[in-house]
């Protein structure tokens, strides 16, 4: 692959990773309240979720899913549906204080469940789809071996992503001294709560434009 074609797709991606999105609430939160290593397991999620949108788009198959009202506004109502859930979950909460395993012995449903939960949010944003659809046409070369630039294309975007979540998790995990003060977890749900469900209500609303 072209260095200066993949320098472009770099910056491209450097800025989608960046930006924050439901991926960086979810990991945020888990890390600040249950532990860096639940932000882990759900930036994980999230990731694979977003590399099999890449892999759809990188096919073809995404330009089909994004042409078709229908099964973007199956994804759209799904991924919103799900960060609805999250956040009456939080808001109905009566839990007063977060306690930290110091230990950090994660059960293997807590890690199943921290993965799942990055999984839906990562693979359930239609747009996603529409972005990689529209941005693969740019930087692919017909003429050079498809295989080798899909693995270009997808471990950059591996690196970047999980390196904001992980960056991201790590400012949510330094703040969890002030989230394990007396009272805070239940503000914290009050606030965590009305952005999950403002994010999923803008993403009911988003169209494909």
Known sequence: MDLQLWLYYLIAILILT???GPSVLLCVTKSATQGFNYAVYSAFGSLIAIIGIMTLSFTGLGVIVSSSEHI???IKYIGAGYLIYLGFKALI???????FDKNNNMKKKDKLSSF????????????????FAALFPQFINTNAPLLNQYIVFVSTFAVLELSWLMFYSYLGHKSSTWFLQKGRAKFFNRITGGVFIGAGVLLSTSNRS
């Not at 799942?116 to 972005?131: E, T």
């Open 116 to 131: 799942l939960s990055g999984f839906i949010v990562g693979g359930s944003n239609p747009k996603a789809i529409i972005f």
């Open 72 to 74: 973007f506004t199956i």
């Open 93 to 99: 909460s009566k839990q007063e204080n977060y306690h």
């Open 18 to 20: 960046a930006s924050p």
